[in-house]
């Protein structure tokens, strides 16, 4: 079992300590916004899992990957719970890139390995599109 601690520090700020020891401020006060909040933190993550599934299937396809930024808009739930209920990213990728093998690359993320987006999908509905851009 993988075990993390949130401590609360004041107000609606807490610090998080992650099951590998890492930790990270968070603030739930949107109006104060001292730090990310839990739910821009979902949101990255969902970035990250999929931009680190991207990024390895690229590789083992011998694609040259220069750069990717994965962008992740949402809308919520206008009820609690607040969850997400409708995602869209933008992988806007740079490189010598075979279109096919981007397509392929982040379908099998999406369908397949990033784990964030398989949780999320049970609560909102996803969809993704790409830009490759030219190598520098």
Known sequence: MHTGSVKWTGGQQFVATSPS?????????RALNKAPGPME???LALGACTA???????????????SLEVICSGERAA???TVWTKLEILYRLRGE???AA??????????????????LKKTA??????EILPPN
């Open 21 to 29: 020891g890492h930790a990270i401020t968070i603030d739930s006060d």
């Open 125 to 130: 509905a996803l969809s993704w599109r790409y």
């Open 102 to 119: 981007v397509k392929h690359a982040i379908q099998l993320s999406e369908d397949k390995y990033c784990s964030v987006s398989a949780m």
């Open 97 to 99: 890139l075979d279109d």
């Open 52 to 66: 680190t599934d991207v990024v390895t299937i690229l590789e083992k396809k011998r694609q040259k990957l220069e």
């Open 41 to 43: 933190l979902v949101l």
């Open 79 to 81: 009820d609690p719970p």
